[in-house]
């Protein structure tokens, strides 16, 4: 049967996987945002975006429908929730999304969801799984390596070594990367079961996975900022 003789044209069964994105909390408007390069970079993978706002009242059921998470970039977590301690360069708290994302970040530890952590979404990971963030990175590793440009003109650029036995080098297909960077706080100590597997020249913690889990992913940097033209961070989306 075709079109040509009046029957229905083929039908495409293949559903793209559902991938949820977590986006950032109301602002002053009392609307959710997020950059459009996350949603680029999904559908270039070949995946259907679903933004993800904060205090989700059916978390349980939305997760279940999905096929992949990314915890998106965006303001620091309340140091509360780490016992860390105030610092005056902290900025865009929002306690609603610190719930709503510690609480996911749980659950798809526990179940297996494919999940992608990008720097905020990075050290929700770590928090949610018992680890604590380093405040203010110069105040711990000094000025060597710019993680961040202030005034944010233009995002920062540094190497990552990336542990060539990883399953991040594999996805990468390298040990070594120049990433975007738009970052002053990072993993201070570690979850248990988190695995550094990516690392500055100062020292600071890049990226960690976890152990046993069929694929979860934390980085440091912005891999959608230029995923439309770094092949290499696409791979992270493509995964």
Same mark, same amino acid.
């Given at each position: 049967m075709n079109a040509s003789n009046g029957s229905l044209p083929p039908t495409d069964w293949t559903t793209p996987p559902l991938i949820g994105i977590t986006t950032y909390g109301r602002d002053g408007d009392n609307k959710f945002a997020l950059p459009a390069e996350y949603v680029d970079a999904v559908?270039?993978?070949?995946?259907?975006? +679903?933004?993800?706002?904060?205090?989700?009242?059916?978390? =349980?059921?939305?997760?279940?429908?999905?096929?992949?998470?990314?915890?998106?970039?965006?303001? =620091?977590?309340?140091?509360? +929730?780490?016992?860390?301690?105030?610092?005056?360069?902290?900025?865009?708290?929002?306690?609603?999304?610190?719930?709503?994302? +510690?609480?996911?970040?749980?659950?798809?530890?526990?179940?297996?969801?494919?999940?992608?952590?990008?720097?905020?979404?990075a050290q929700v990971i770590n928090v949610a799984l018992g680890g604590t963030l380093i405040e203010h990175l110069p105040d711990v590793v000094g000025h060597d390596v710019i993680h961040r440009i202030l005034p944010p003109e233009e995002p920062a650029k540094h190497g990552v070594q990336v542990d060539a036995a990883s399953r991040l080098a594999a996805i990468l297909q390298s040990d070594h990367v120049v990433p975007t960077s738009w970052h002053h706080q990072a993993m201070r100590r570690v979850a248990d079961g988190l695995t550094v597997v990516a690392w500055a020249s100062d020292g600071t913690v890049e990226a960690a996975e976890l152990a046993g889990h069929p694929w979860l992913l934390a980085v440091q940097w912005h891999p959608e900022m230029t995923a439309a033209h770094d092949p290499t961070q696409q791979r992270l989306f493509d995964a």
């Open positions: 559908r270039r993978a070949g995946g259907m975006p +679903l933004l993800v706002p904060p205090a989700e009242p059916h978390l =349980d059921l939305l997760l279940a429908k999905l096929d992949g998470l990314i915890l998106a970039g965006g303001g =620091d977590l309340d140091p509360e +929730l780490y016992a860390g301690s105030p610092h005056e360069t902290i900025y865009m708290v929002d306690p609603e999304r610190d719930r709503s994302e +510690l609480a996911m970040a749980r659950r798809v530890a526990a179940d297996g969801k494919p999940t992608l952590g990008i720097c905020r979404g």
